[in-house]
Structure formats: C-alpha cells, structure tokens
C-alpha cells in the first residue's frame, strides 16, 4: 500500500525556519517525484515545489522562490522541504503528494497524498 | 501563470441528481487537467487525470470531458458521500496551478 506521512510542523514566528519531512513506503520511492502542497485555513490548494525522482531537479512557487529548498534522499525514502524566511501567509496545511511519474512532467498527478502537517507562522 | 477558474463556487442539490462543476483555462492545456475532490478535514484525493480517466477505485459516477481550455466534472447519481470541494488543476505547465474550489452539498 503506497503510503506518505508527513512530520515538522509547529508553531514558528516570522522570520523563523521549519524543515518539514515526509517519508514514503509501498513504492520505490526514487521512481517517483514528490511534490509539497499546502493550504491556507479556509482556502484553497496552492502547489509549492516538486522534485524529480533523482532529486536531479527542482522547481518551486514564485511565492516560495530563494525562501524554501526542497531536497531528497532516496536511500531514507524521505522528502524534505526547508523553509526560511517564513512570513503569516505561509501558515497552513502542508501536504506531501507523489506525482504519477519521475519527472517533473506535463500530464502528471498528485496521485497520492499524506495527511498533512500544519505551519503557523505567528509571534 | 495558467489561471483556473471553476464555477460555480457552491452548488447544492439533492440525492440522485446529476451535477456539472466547469473550469476554465487561462490558455489552453491541451487535457492536461486532472480533479481531486477534498473531504472536511482531509487530505485531496485523485478523482480523474488527463481530463477523462477516471483513477482507479473511483466510483463510475463521476465523469470528466473536455480539452483545450473548457472542462467538466459531471456527477451523476449523487450520493451522500460526494458533499465535498472539488478542485481541477492544470499539469501543462508549472506551477502547477488549481482552481479555487466548488463546495457540493447534499440537501
């Protein structure tokens, strides 16, 4: 059974770093990229960043660029996504999703999803 | 960016009805859309990919159609289970963008 759980949230003020984690099982995890979703309370879903399957790219939200890194390692089955500079609108919902394939591709899905792992960002 | 629209924003109808959630692409995405439907409190789950598979598990009630920039969510046979918010969102190109929700409601 594919499964993906995430870890790390909590409570940070602005300004502050959080690195989130997410740990993957029933799959070969390095096939697969991995994306961070995340969402506000009460609002909708915003992508923040994918990264392949070798962990060879990455692309990220404008809202996020040179704030977040999203990393990898296979040989733990684990995503990661370092989060600096936080401001309140990154407060949220954080889920990690598995896309349909390796690459960061077009015709891709978030096909499975974790429970999510809630940010807030407040002094 | 590729801006999804969805409409409507809130619909409510009764059990067996059939119902049709649109979204609207910014520029064409060819069928490069997929939906995931969002239960209170809980993760999205993959409903249809590439506009019109259906992923599996998913009941054959729901159904999606379209391309280029106009798409549909249709449920036919309504159930209670389907109160949620749908949400489509374009894999054409990144960022990978979604539409801002439809909320469904059983009468």
């Known amino acids: 059974e594919v499964q993906v759980l995430e870890s790390g949230g909590g409570l940070v003020q602005p300004g502050g770093s959080l690195r989130l984690s997410c740990g993957g099982s029933g799959f070969p995890f390095s096939s697969y990229a991995m994306n961070w979703v995340r969402q506000a309370p009460g609002k909708g879903l915003e992508w923040v960043s994918a990264?392949?399957?070798?962990?060879?790219?990455?692309d990220y939200a404008e809202s996020v660029r040179g704030r977040f890194t999203i990393s990898r390692d296979n040989s733990k089955n684990t995503l990661y996504l370092q989060m600096s500079s936080l401001r309140a609108d990154d407060t949220g919902i954080y889920y990690c999703a598995r896309s349909s394939s390796g690459p960061i591709a077009a015709g891709s899905q978030f096909q499975y999803w974790g429970q999510g792992t809630l940010v807030t960002v407040s002094s | 960016d590729i801006q999804m629209t969805q409409s409507p924003n809130f619909l409510s109808a009764s059990v067996g009805d059939t119902v049709t959630i649109t979204c609207r692409a910014s520029?064409?995405?060819?069928?490069?859309l997929n939906w995931y439907q969002q239960k209170p409190g809980r993760a999205p789950t993959l409903l249809i990919h590439?506009?019109?598979i259906l992923q599996s598990g998913v009941p054959s009630r729901f159904a999606g159609s379209g391309s280029g920039t106009d798409f549909t969510l249709t449920i036919s046979g309504l159930q209670p289970d389907d109160s949620a918010i749908y949400y489509c969102q374009q894999s054409a190109s990144t960022p990978w963008t979604f539409g801002q929700g439809t909320k469904v409601e059983i009468k």
């Open positions: 520029q064409s995405i060819s069928r490069f």
């Open positions: 590439v506009a019109y």
């Open positions: 990264i392949t399957g070798s962990g060879s790219a990455t």
